[in-house]
């Protein structure tokens, strides 16, 4: 599984593996979960090696990575831990932050690229006009990482006189703007620290606000690449990395184990052999076509092209299909390891949570499904699909 291809831009590839070990062994003592969210420490030594700058462009410090390139580094972080990978799959904000005016990504951007963002955005809660910007209150779930966030942002419906003016927009502040409340209680992934942002009457520049999903104005080619399919693709690929942790710690076990019954060990039983190979397979073939559609897209844009709708469903579809087949492997890997995998702090056990809480995030959704097939037959997929 370790064919991952990060040493084109991560600055250190012995520093990432070294921090992989550590991020392991700290998880697997329960620290980010029972926590519930990555400490501070593990946030700094993201933003070393290059997460929060990857797709920030060069003229601001940035890296200005491919797609593939950041999501194979967020599968080996996964690989280490479900819960960073996911908190660090964020680094993907500047197709968020690159709908901001050019003089705001100035000031942003102007003393580090390394900047941490988190999110709430749903429901978009009314923000009164002002002469001087937009008053902002309300609250907002699933902000994943803001705990070590250093600006935050939420979904803002701009009011006047009572009525909505526009499009849903997001407001960007400070993370100390916004007040945590640590409400994130979950059966996997509980190390994102996916609490509530609540804010209370803070005004903000309407600089410093964007309609969600208006296309950047920014030149560089990654502000072509469609924002809404890599904010699924760098979620899709934290149930990917964590499958191949599955695959990778039943091959360590499966030699060594013997049922307590007397039976032989694992590895040597015909119908483990059996089901492991056709599990493997399934995911390598998922994991595959996840690429292959990145790439597709990203070389079409490269070329100065627009992506086709059928290219850009593909990679909604190929994220819905990656991630159900990481948690059917994660589930069989627990299956095959038999009862000492039930534990509660066991890997596996973690394994299947994270990856079964993966395929409850709305962009994996059986819409995307019928949508996807909508496409198929040259029929327009609902609103907000591509």
Request: proline content about 5%; overall charge negative; charged content about 20%.
């Amino acid at each position: 599984m370790n064919d991952l291809s990060t040493k084109d831009f991560v600055r250190d590839e012995a520093e990432l593996d070294v921090l992989c070990q550590e991020i392991r062994q700290r998880a697997l003592t329960g620290e980010f979960d029972n926590q519930a969210y990555v400490t501070q420490d593990i946030i700094d030594k993201l933003k070393k090696i290059g997460v929060y700058r990857a797709f920030v462009p060069k003229r601001f410090g940035g890296d200005e990575i491919s797609p593939r390139q950041f999501c194979e580094l967020i599968e080996k972080l996964s690989m280490a831990d479900g819960s960073v990978g996911w908190v660090a799959s964020f680094g993907m904000s500047p197709a968020y932050l690159g709908s901001l005016p050019e003089e705001t990504l100035q000031v942003l951007y102007k003393d580090s690229p390394d900047i941490v963002f988190a999110g709430g955005i749903f429901p978009p809660q009314p923000a009164e006009i002002t002469d001087k910007g937009v008053l902002v209150k309300g609250r907002w779930k699933f902000s994943s990482g803001c705990m070590g966030a250093d600006i935050v942002g939420v979904g803002i419906s701009p009011q006047k006189d009572n009525e909505a003016q526009g499009l849903p927009r997001m407001a960007v502040m400070p993370a100390h703007k916004a007040k945590i409340e640590m409400t994130w209680d979950t059966v996997g992934l509980k190390g994102t620290g996916s609490h509530d942002l609540v804010v209370d009457n803070v005004l903000i520049e309407k600089a410093w606000t964007f309609v969600r999903g208006e296309p950047s104005k920014l030149p560089e080619p990654f502000f072509k690449y469609p924002s809404l399919s890599l904010a699924t693709q760098v979620l899709t690929v934290v149930g990917i990395g964590v499958a191949a942790a599955a695959l990778d710690e039943f091959k360590k076990l499966a030699p060594g184990k013997a049922s307590i019954t007397g039976g032989s060990e694992i590895a040597n039983r015909p119908v483990t052999q059996y089901e492991y190979a056709q599990y493997e397979a399934e995911f390598l073939a998922a994991r595959t076509w996840f690429y292959q559609t990145i790439d597709v897209v990203w070389e079409t844009i490269l070329e100065g092209n627009t992506p086709t709708t059928e290219q850009v469903s593909n990679m909604r579809l190929s994220c819905t299909h990656a991630a159900r087949v990481a948690a059917r492997v994660a589930r069989k890997m627990q299956m095959l390891a038999g009862m000492t995998a039930i534990y509660t702090n066991h890997p596996f056990s973690r394994y299947v949570n994270d990856t079964n809480v993966v395929t409850q995030h709305a962009f994996m959704g059986d819409a995307t499904l019928q949508n996807a097939g909508s496409v198929s037959f040259g029929l327009k997929p609902t609103p907000g699909y591509l």
